[in-house]
């Protein structure tokens, strides 16, 4: 999805920072969050799958679609749950995930410019689901990029300050020299943003 509206016009309007950039840091703006008027339940719910929506650059079909799935889904856990897992585990939030990435906007182009690959498969299409022990790797012609030296030399560092780790998430595993990352196990609760209320979300697509 590409927005049409001005980035910070949509930070100010769910009252955060959501592309996580120093750009777009409302306590740095002279306009902070837009006003809103009274909350009501359907207004709160609304919000927190707007919040949702953007900040993982969803358009409202995916989204949606996603929650379908996860009704249909035979995961033995809650539709909120099985939701997020499957948003998750979309190719190009996995990328921004293991820090490959500064923004998930970011992380998008690059999977559409076809600069990794999926267990050896060069592939360009960021919504793709990955599973366990799947093998995401940046191809081998991009590594001298300077882009990607950049990187690499920003994940080394960030891995000695971090006793090794180049991600905080438990379910992947990076390898910061091979720039490569195996899908080591399903997302929990644990490993979901906080900030999004899911279950506000499942309720406003369920009535």
């Not at 929650?67 to 990328?95: G, H, P, Y």
Request: glycine share 2%.
């Amino acid at each position: 999805m590409r927005y049409t509206w001005p980035k910070k016009k949509l930070c100010r309007r769910e009252g955060i920072n959501l592309f996580w950039t120093e750009k777009y840091d409302l306590t740095k703006s002279k306009r902070g969050p837009l006003k809103t008027r009274k909350s009501s339940e359907f207004w709160t719910q609304l919000r927190k799958k707007q919040l949702a929506k953007r900040m993982f650059g969803l358009s409202e079909k995916q989204f949606f679609s996603y929650f379908k799935k996860a009704q249909q889904s035979t995961w033995e856990w809650t539709t909120w749950e099985k939701m997020l897992k499957l948003i998750e585990l979309r190719l190009d939030n996995v990328v921004y995930r293991a820090n490959f990435a500064r923004t998930r906007i970011q992380s998008r182009q690059f999977v559409s410019h076809a600069h990794f690959t999926v267990n050896g498969v060069k592939v360009d299409v960021p919504s793709i689901s990955v599973k366990v022990w799947d093998v995401i790797a940046l191809r081998d012609k991009l590594k001298e990029s300077p882009l990607y030296k950049s990187l690499l030399e920003e994940l080394e560092e960030f891995s000695k300050q971090n006793k090794g780790k180049v991600s905080s998430c438990k379910w992947i595993e990076v390898d910061s020299k091979k720039l490569s990352i195996t899908i080591k196990a399903l997302p929990t609760k644990e490993d979901f943003e906080q900030i999004i209320d899911i279950q506000k979300i499942v309720e406003f697509y369920s009535k």
